[in-house]
């Protein structure tokens, strides 16, 4: 039997083919971190939005169900007839204090109301109540806005929400 020598090129080649499946695994892990960056970023972005719109549904119902928040919407009438230094209209929102606790997220909360005047924004329900026991019912239309923003600044949701409020009138 002649003994054939070899002179390292098995080793060669199961070394070559460890580099490369080492070098192909380590892409492939690399893949995989910026699919799950994106993936957070994605979560962070989500929650940033509902954050915002849960503050709007807080809001709303504090109109709806807390007469101490009517007060709100006196000041939200007086700053729609406020002027700049020229006289001409310069209608202004009021800051709301955040109802949503932000403390356990890392969000930055301001929310806002208007009076729109005649603006229609996202007006879901509407009652006309003409010649009722009160007389006549005028309709107050008025704008909440929540803007929320994460810790980094990178994401920010901007939520409107338009709704009346009906108050007795002497007429038309």
Request: proline share 3%.
């Amino acid at each position: 039997m002649k003994i054939v020598k070899q002179h390292g090129s098995a080793l060669v080649v199961s070394l070559v083919m460890l580099t490369s499946v080492t070098f192909l695994a380590i892409l492939s892990l690399q893949g995989s971190t910026t699919q799950l960056r994106v993936v957070g970023n994605l979560q962070i972005k989500e929650d940033v939005f509902h954050t915002s719109k849960r503050e709007l549904g807080s809001q709303y119902d504090g109109y709806k169900n807390e007469l101490a928040k009517v007060q709100d919407l006196s000041r939200a009438m007086e700053g729609a007839v406020t002027e700049n230094a020229d006289g001409a209209p310069a209608p202004e929102a009021i800051s709301l204090q955040s109802i949503l606790d932000t403390t356990r997220e890392p969000y930055t909360q301001l929310s806002r109301l208007r009076y729109t005047l005649n603006i229609p924004v996202n007006f879901n329900f509407g009652l006309d109540g003409k010649d009722s026991s009160v007389g006549a019912i005028a309709t107050m239309p008025f704008e909440i806005t929540s803007d929320t923003t994460d810790s980094s600044g990178r994401f920010r949701s901007s939520q409107k929400l338009g709704f009346k409020y009906f108050v007795p009138s002497s007429g038309r």
